[in-house]
């Protein structure tokens, strides 16, 4: 799996699965033990091995779709973009894109929810950009961000206390994950967030907020099992 990719969030239109906003179901946070709770704003979860699941939701309108038809719907989707997509497969023969849940959402407003799954940043590049909404997303390691041509130096500041990030601290801290996103989106990860840029907050789950600027946002991870 590529460390690095760049990927397209669909916002209108087109395809079912893209065209759909994005929901509120229960996930796991970006701090260590979170409680879990519902999303109610554009999220992407990020996987421990670096998949992406995006979860969807759209007002149910019962005159035109039963549950079982929109279902329906998403897995005929799911099933083309993977027949016309078989080099996208994962390295242990993952399908590019998979289909988890589809159902009405918990929270009674009425929307159903979908949560649609890519085994790599370039499933989900190359689903994205079929529909020309381009934002600029990066997943890998400090070094490789560096290596990337991303200056981060200036860029970030203490989850904690909001010290900036200096470039010693950088060096520290080259194996950590690093998540660089553009669109105005919360961000769930595997690991706490260590460091983060100013246009980026923190939710009291530890999830980052990056809903209020539409620039370049970044947060450094702590996975789990890193001291």
Known sequence: MKARYVVRIRKKGGALLAALGLGAVLLTG????????PVVSPTIEVGREGELTLYQVEPFNQNYYRME???????AEVASFN??????????????????????????SGNVVAAITF?????YETYMSQYGMSRELFFGTVAEAQAAGYE???????AGNGAP????A???????????FEDTVTVRCPGRILYRSPNVALTESGDADGSQDAGLKYIIIKQGWQK
């Open 170 to 180: 950088l060096a520290k801290n080259q194996k950590r994950n690093i998540l660089i």
């Open 83 to 108: 027949l016309e997509h078989r080099e996208l497969r994962g390295e242990s023969g993952q399908e590019p894109m998979s289909l988890g849940e589809v159902a009405m959402s918990s929270d009674g």
């Open 30 to 37: 970006c701090g260590e033990d979170p409680p879990r709770e």
């Open 69 to 75: 038809e929109l279902t329906q719907a998403y897995q």
């Open 152 to 158: 981060l130096e200036g860029a970030l500041v203490d």
């Open 165 to 168: 990030v200096t470039g010693e």
């Open 119 to 123: 085994c790599s940043g370039e499933a």
